[in-house]
C-alpha cells in the first residue's frame, strides 16, 4: 500500500487525512488478523500439549510460553526485530512484527485453551469413553466445543488485547494506526482530532468482534 | 458373561480392591453395596476398563479387557455405564446427546442415529423433552438421559455407579423405576447402589463389599435376611437401618 506523504510541515487536519488513517487501519487490522488466527491455531495445539504433559508444561513448552506472556510485548519485538538480521535473515517491519505478535497470541490462547480443556473434567469424558468413543472423539465432540464455549470470553479478550497490542509494532516504523496517527500529529499539530480519529478506527474494529462475540454467547446460552 | 477374576487395583499406596472374583451371567442383575469407599466403584470402573489394574483379568465375553490387543473402544459399546453425575453434553439436544455416539462411534447416518436415540428417549419416558438442552432437564431427567444415552449403543450389560447418589430425594424414583424397568427387560446389569429396596426387590445376587474385599455374595434373601453369612454384613446393615 503506498502511503501518502505530507508536502507541507504543520497543515491542518483534512479530509484526505483520514483516508490516510484508514489505509493504516486496514494495516492493524491485517496484522491482527494474521496474528491472531495463526496464534490461535498454534494456542490449540500449545494449548493442548500443556493439558496432555506435565513434564512437557511444566519443563520446556510452559516456560517458553511463560517468558513470551511475560516480557513486555515492546521488548520482544525489538529484540526479534533485531535479531533475525543477526542470524542472517533480516526481516522487514511486518514480518518481524506480525511473528512476534503471533508467538505472543499463541501463548495467551495456549493458556486458555488449556483452562478450556480442563473445564470439561474427568467425569465428562469418562462418560464419553464409556460410550465407546475414542480419544480423539472424545476430543472432537465434547472436550472441544464444551471447553472451547467456556473460556471463549477469555479467548475474545485475548483477540481484543492483540489488536490493540499491534499498535506496538509501530515502534518498529511500521505505519499501522498508531504510527500514521503520531506523523499527522507531528503534521497538523491536532492530537486531539487525530487521536479521536484513530481510536473510532480501533473501535470501529474491536466492536464488531465483541458485539459478534456477545450474540454467539447469547445464542449458546439459551 | 462379565468374569473377573482376582484383580488387585491400587491408587498409589492405596489398596482398593484386594483380590476380587465375580462372574455375572447374562440376563443377572447383581447390585454390590458397601460402604464409601470400599471399592465398589472402582470394581465397576476395571470391568470396562476406564481404570487399569495391578493384577487379575476381567473377561467380557471372553475378550480380556485388560490385554494389550484388546479394542476397548469396541469392548466399551457393548458396556453401556451410567455414572452418579450424569455428565450431559451441555451443548447437545436430548435427542443430539443419546444420538451422538451412535452416530459417530457406531457410523449410523443421522437419520438412523436420531431414530435410535428417539427410541431410547421414549424407552426411559423422556418423549416429550426431544429437543430441550439439558440445562432445562432435572437431575432425574438428565439422569434418565444418561441412560437413553447408554441405551442407544443397544448394549449386552449396563453399570451402573451409584446412579441415584447424587438426586434430590424426590427425584430417585424415577431414576429407580427406570432402572426395574431394564431389569425387568432383562438387561445384564451390575449396579453399585446405596439404595437396599432396589437392591432387595431387582437383585438376582447381593454382593457386600468391605474395605477392598467382597466380604459376602449371595441372594437378597441371604444378605438382607436374618442370618448374613458374614458378620460384616451385618454390621453394616444394621448401622444403615
Given at each position: 500500500?503506498?502511503?501518502?506523504?505530507a508536502?507541507?510541515?504543520?497543515t491542518?487536519?483534512?479530509?484526505?487525512?483520514?483516508w490516510?488513517?484508514?489505509?493504516?487501519?486496514?494495516?492493524?487490522?491485517?496484522?491482527?488478523?494474521?496474528?491472531?488466527?495463526?496464534?490461535?491455531?498454534?494456542?490449540?495445539?500449545?494449548?493442548?500439549?500443556?493439558?496432555?504433559?506435565?513434564?512437557?508444561?511444566?519443563?520446556?513448552?510452559?516456560?517458553?510460553?511463560d517468558?513470551f506472556?511475560?516480557?513486555p510485548?515492546?521488548?520482544?519485538?525489538?529484540?526479534?526485530?533485531?535479531?533475525?538480521?543477526?542470524?542472517?535473515?533480516?526481516?522487514?517491519?511486518?514480518?518481524?512484527?506480525?511473528?512476534?505478535?503471533?508467538i505472543?497470541?499463541?501463548?495467551?490462547?495456549?493458556?486458555?485453551?488449556?483452562?478450556g480443556?480442563?473445564?470439561?473434567?474427568?467425569?465428562?469424558r469418562?462418560?464419553?469413553?464409556?460410550?465407546?468413543?475414542?480419544?480423539?472423539?472424545?476430543?472432537?465432540?465434547?472436550?472441544?466445543?464444551?471447553?472451547?464455549?467456556?473460556?471463549?470470553?477469555?479467548?475474545?479478550?485475548?483477540?481484543?488485547g492483540?489488536?490493540k497490542?499491534?499498535?506496538?509494532?509501530?515502534?518498529?516504523?511500521?505505519?499501522?494506526?498508531?504510527?500514521?496517527?503520531?506523523?499527522?500529529?507531528?503534521?497538523?499539530?491536532?492530537?486531539?482530532?487525530?487521536?479521536?480519529?484513530?481510536?473510532?478506527?480501533?473501535?470501529?474494529?474491536?466492536?464488531?468482534l465483541?458485539?459478534f462475540?456477545?450474540?454467539?454467547?447469547?445464542?449458546?446460552?439459551? | 458373561?462379565?468374569?473377573?477374576?482376582n484383580?488387585?487395583?491400587?491408587?498409589?499406596?492405596?489398596?482398593?480392591?484386594?483380590?476380587?472374583?465375580?462372574?455375572?451371567?447374562?440376563?443377572?442383575v447383581?447390585?454390590?453395596?458397601?460402604?464409601?469407599?470400599?471399592?465398589?466403584?472402582?470394581?465397576?470402573?476395571?470391568?470396562?476398563?476406564?481404570?487399569?489394574?495391578?493384577?487379575?483379568?476381567?473377561?467380557?465375553?471372553?475378550?480380556?479387557?485388560?490385554?494389550?490387543?484388546?479394542?476397548?473402544?469396541?469392548l466399551?459399546?457393548?458396556?453401556?455405564?451410567?455414572?452418579?453425575?450424569?455428565?450431559?453434553?451441555?451443548h447437545?439436544?436430548?435427542?443430539?446427546?443419546?444420538?451422538?455416539?451412535?452416530?459417530i462411534?457406531?457410523?449410523?447416518s443421522?437419520?438412523?442415529?436420531?431414530?435410535?436415540?428417539?427410541?431410547?428417549?421414549?424407552?426411559?419416558?423422556?418423549?416429550?423433552?426431544?429437543?430441550?438442552?439439558?440445562?432445562?432437564?432435572?437431575?432425574?431427567?438428565?439422569?434418565?438421559?444418561?441412560?437413553?444415552?447408554?441405551?442407544?449403543?443397544?448394549?449386552?450389560?449396563?453399570?451402573?455407579?451409584?446412579?441415584?447418589?447424587?438426586?434430590?430425594?424426590?427425584?430417585?424414583?424415577?431414576?429407580?423405576?427406570?432402572?426395574?424397568?431394564?431389569?425387568?427387560?432383562?438387561?445384564?446389569?451390575?449396579?453399585?447402589?446405596?439404595?437396599?429396596?432396589?437392591?432387595?426387590?431387582?437383585?438376582?445376587?447381593?454382593?457386600?463389599?468391605?474395605?477392598?474385599?467382597?466380604?459376602?455374595?449371595?441372594?437378597?434373601?441371604?444378605i438382607?435376611?436374618?442370618?448374613?453369612?458374614?458378620?460384616?454384613?451385618?454390621?453394616?446393615?444394621?448401622?444403615?437401618?
Amino acid at each position: 500500500m503506498e502511503q501518502s506523504t505530507a508536502v507541507v510541515f504543520f497543515t491542518g487536519f483534512q479530509l484526505r487525512d483520514i483516508w490516510y488513517l484508514a489505509e493504516a487501519a486496514g494495516r492493524t487490522l491485517l496484522i491482527s488478523i494474521i496474528s491472531i488466527t495463526v496464534g490461535s491455531i498454534l494456542g490449540c495445539v500449545f494449548g493442548w500439549m500443556l493439558y496432555s504433559s506435565k513434564w512437557l508444561g511444566a519443563m520446556t513448552l510452559g516456560l517458553v510460553l511463560d517468558a513470551f506472556r511475560s516480557v513486555p510485548l515492546i521488548i520482544q519485538l525489538i529484540l526479534f526485530f533485531n535479531f533475525f538480521p543477526i542470524i542472517g535473515v533480516p526481516l522487514d517491519p511486518f514480518t518481524a512484527g506480525t511473528f512476534v505478535l503471533t508467538i505472543y497470541t499463541a501463548a495467551l490462547v495456549a493458556n486458555v485453551v488449556r483452562g478450556g480443556i480442563e473445564a470439561v473434567g474427568i467425569p465428562m469424558r469418562r462418560s464419553s469413553r464409556s460410550l465407546g468413543m475414542s480419544y480423539w472423539q472424545d476430543m472432537r465432540y465434547v472436550v472441544w466445543p464444551i471447553g472451547l464455549r467456556a473460556v471463549f470470553p477469555a479467548w475474545v479478550g485475548v483477540a481484543l488485547g492483540v489488536m490493540k497490542d499491534s499498535s506496538l509494532v509501530s515502534v518498529l516504523g511500521y505505519v499501522e494506526l498508531l504510527r500514521a496517527s503520531q506523523i499527522l500529529i507531528t503534521r497538523t499539530q491536532e492530537p486531539f482530532i487525530v487521536l479521536a480519529v484513530a481510536g473510532a478506527f480501533y473501535f470501529a474494529l474491536s466492536y464488531p468482534l465483541s458485539k459478534f462475540s456477545a450474540r454467539l454467547e447469547g445464542k449458546w446460552q439459551s | 458373561m462379565i468374569e473377573v477374576k482376582n484383580i488387585h487395583k491400587n491408587f498409589g499406596d492405596l489398596h482398593v480392591l484386594k483380590g476380587i472374583d465375580l462372574t455375572v451371567k447374562k440376563g443377572e442383575v447383581v447390585c454390590v453395596i458397601g460402604a464409601s469407599g470400599s471399592g465398589k466403584s472402582t470394581l465397576l470402573y476395571c470391568i470396562n476398563g476406564l481404570e487399569k489394574i495391578q493384577k487379575g483379568e476381567v473377561f467380557v465375553n471372553g475378550v480380556s479387557v485388560h490385554a494389550k490387543g484388546t479394542d476397548i473402544n469396541k469392548l466399551r459399546q457393548n458396556l453401556g455405564m451410567v455414572f452418579q453425575q450424569w455428565n450431559s453434553f451441555p451443548h447437545l439436544t436430548a435427542l443430539e446427546n443419546v444420538a451422538l455416539s451412535p452416530r459417530i462411534v457406531k457410523k449410523m447416518s443421522k437419520k438412523e442415529a436420531n431414530e435410535t436415540a428417539k427410541k431410547q428417549l421414549i424407552h426411559v419416558g423422556l418423549e416429550d423433552k426431544l429437543n430441550v438442552y439439558p440445562s432445562a432437564l432435572s437431575g432425574g431427567q438428565q439422569q434418565r438421559l444418561a441412560i437413553a444415552r447408554a441405551l442407544a449403543m443397544d448394549p449386552e450389560y449396563m453399570l451402573f455407579d451409584e446412579a441415584t447418589s447424587a438426586l434430590d430425594p424426590e427425584l430417585v424414583g424415577e431414576v429407580l423405576d427406570t432402572m426395574r424397568l431394564l431389569a425387568k427387560e432383562g438387561m445384564t446389569m451390575i449396579c453399585v447402589t446405596h439404595e437396599m429396596s432396589f437392591a432387595r426387590d431387582v437383585s438376582d445376587r447381593v454382593a457386600y463389599f468391605h474395605e477392598g474385599v467382597m466380604e459376602e455374595i449371595g441372594p437378597p434373601e441371604q444378605i438382607f435376611g436374618k442370618n448374613p453369612k458374614s458378620e460384616n454384613t451385618k454390621k453394616f446393615l444394621t448401622n444403615i437401618r
